[in-house]
């Protein structure tokens, strides 16, 4: 029969508007194609996800981190310019350090900024963190006097920063579909080019006119070699732990 003039059907939501209106909620993105489909017949819609307490904590406690690790970087790097009388930050180049880490420890949020404007994206706290590490380890040994006390700080500071370094990139490159070797040719690489890149700069910055010149040739060697080893080994685990082996 037909319907009354007083009563009206409204045109059935097509899979885009209804895509739309998830996507609002909150939860479309997360909804597959089939999802979207069987929700269209049977008009039964999902939920959308709220963060629950405890990942609300953690995130919480990963910025506070990641605060007081930049904190004590700034306050350390404040500390050795204003008393660069002292003879363990004679000839170590800490204004240009004062200058170089703070960029640093920018590089994260400013990438995120830019990314997160065309698409929402979480924040990064452990490659923040990673990343900032090695400077507020290399900054609270000079402040310590250790390079100049510790005959294996030095050393041990390349390998274990490398290994740092790399295991933050490693971790952001885990967010793509990069499989292991991928993953591991490029932290080897990225730690391979910055550990070039920092005796570089310290050969231009401080090694240069300073009495390290005569055994720089032999320090710079074992430098290098440290930062590598320590690459291998960061990129190694990475590529093990963080990436399941593809199924055939």
């Not at 506070?64 to 180049?93: C, E, I, R, T, W």
């Not at 579909?177 to 991928?182: D, E, I, N, V």
Request: proline share 6%; net charge positive.
């Amino acid at each position: 029969m037909p319907s009354g003039a007083g009563s009206q059907t409204e045109p059935p939501a097509t899979a885009g508007q209804e895509y739309g209106l998830f996507k609002e909620a909150g939860f479309g993105r997360e909804l597959s194609v089939d999802t979207l489909e069987r929700c269209l017949r049977t008009k039964a819609y999902p939920s959308p996800r709220v963060p629950s307490p405890s990942i609300r904590s953690g995130s919480r406690a990963a910025l506070a981190l990641d605060l007081a690790v930049k904190l004590a970087l700034f306050a350390l790097l404040a500390y050795a310019v204003s008393n660069q009388n002292l003879p363990q930050f004679h000839g170590k180049s800490m204004t240009g350090r004062a200058i170089g880490y703070p960029l640093a420890a920018l590089a994260v949020p400013v990438a995120w900024w830019i990314v997160s404007r065309r698409r929402r994206v979480a924040y990064p706290f452990a490659v923040d963190i990673l990343v900032v590490l090695p400077f507020l380890i290399d900054t609270a040994g000079n402040a310590a006097n250790l390079y100049d006390t510790v005959t294996w700080w030095d050393d041990v500071n390349h390998l274990v920063n490398w290994a740092i370094l790399v295991a933050g990139l490693g971790t952001l490159l885990l967010r793509t579909r990069l499989g292991r070797w991928p993953l591991w040719g490029l932290g080897v690489g990225f730690g391979a080019t910055t550990a070039i890149l920092w005796e570089l700069l310290e050969y231009v910055t401080f090694i240069r006119h300073s009495p390290e010149l005569k055994t720089a040739y032999h320090d710079t060697l074992g430098d290098l070699s440290l930062g590598l080893l320590g690459s291998a080994i960061a990129a190694t685990a990475v590529a093990l732990l963080g990436r399941r082996p593809a199924r055939r």
